[in-house]
């Protein structure tokens, strides 16, 4: 069964450093997602990408993150300066058809994110 | 906007006892309702899936849920539970036919079964 497959599994990186997340969603769907999931908290929606452009976002998803298909295959999470608290598990999913549609998203093993 | 809550925090049950973990939503048009299980060091992965038709759905590994529209809820259960049923279950809700809408996902739920 194709996968969504995330890289790397763990990043540990210093509080104002850059770190971008990788994902390679399965290869027909046309919806990407990232999700994360603060230890000991509720998975939460970061932002949702479609057509090459952002369809919908979070709160949570201010100027420090972005997300960039680079190209046919990857989708990526850049977080600019990160901080302590952006530690979490984040995940990313595709789904074939849009949020409210009749599939459900699939999800990668996600990235743990530590910022020390 | 949607919300889910999930009522149990942790459950801890014995090998062979029946489960039931409480999914409550707040929305108020129509949804789609999800379980989705996440194993120890794995991928969060669908565990059925509630769009239209028959308000008792099978899941698999033996799972069922049965929504209530009344009732906002869409209560997970397996009437006997095995060691490898220890996970993470998450219940989660989007807005139906409505575009740009994010899967909302409840705080979870761990279940640990003894042998």
């Known amino acids: 069964e194709p996968e969504v497959t995330q890289t790397p599994s763990h990043q540990v990186t210093q509080m104002g450093q850059e770190v971008i997340l990788r994902c390679v969603p399965i290869?027909?769907?046309?919806?990407f997602y990232w999700y994360r999931q603060i230890l000991g908290q509720k998975v939460e929606f970061l932002v949702s990408?479609?057509?090459?452009?952002?369809?919908?976002k979070s709160e949570i998803f201010d100027d420090q993150f972005s997300v960039e298909r680079p190209d046919g295959s990857n989708f990526t999470l850049k977080i600019r300066s990160t901080k302590l608290e952006d530690s979490a598990m984040y995940f990313c999913?595709?789904?074939?058809?849009?949020?409210?549609?009749?599939?459900?998203?699939?999800f990668g093993n996600g990235t743990r994110l530590t910022v020390t | 906007a949607q919300s889910v809550s999930q009522h149990n925090h942790h459950v801890i049950l014995s090998e062979a006892a029946s489960l039931e973990l409480g999914c409550n939503y707040s929305?108020?048009?129509?949804?789609?309702l999800f379980w989705y299980v996440q194993y120890p060091g794995q991928h969060l992965q669908l565990l059925l899936k509630?769009?239209?038709?028959?308000?008792l759905v099978k899941g698999i590994k033996g799972f069922e849920a049965e929504f209530i529209k009344s009732k906002f809820s869409f209560n997970l259960r397996k009437p006997s539970v095995q060691w490898s049923d220890t996970a993470e279950y998450f219940c989660?809700?989007?807005?139906?036919?409505?575009?740009?809408?994010?899967?909302?996902f409840g705080k979870g739920t761990t279940l640990s079964v003894s042998s």
């Open positions: 999913a595709s789904s074939e058809s849009r949020p409210g549609g009749s599939t459900p998203l699939h």
């Open positions: 290869s027909n769907h046309l919806y």
């Open positions: 990408f479609y057509n090459n452009e952002i369809s919908e």
């Open positions: 929305y108020g048009g129509t949804v789609n």
């Open positions: 509630y769009f239209s038709g028959d308000p």
């Open positions: 989660a809700v989007n807005a139906k036919d409505q575009a740009g809408t994010a899967l909302i």
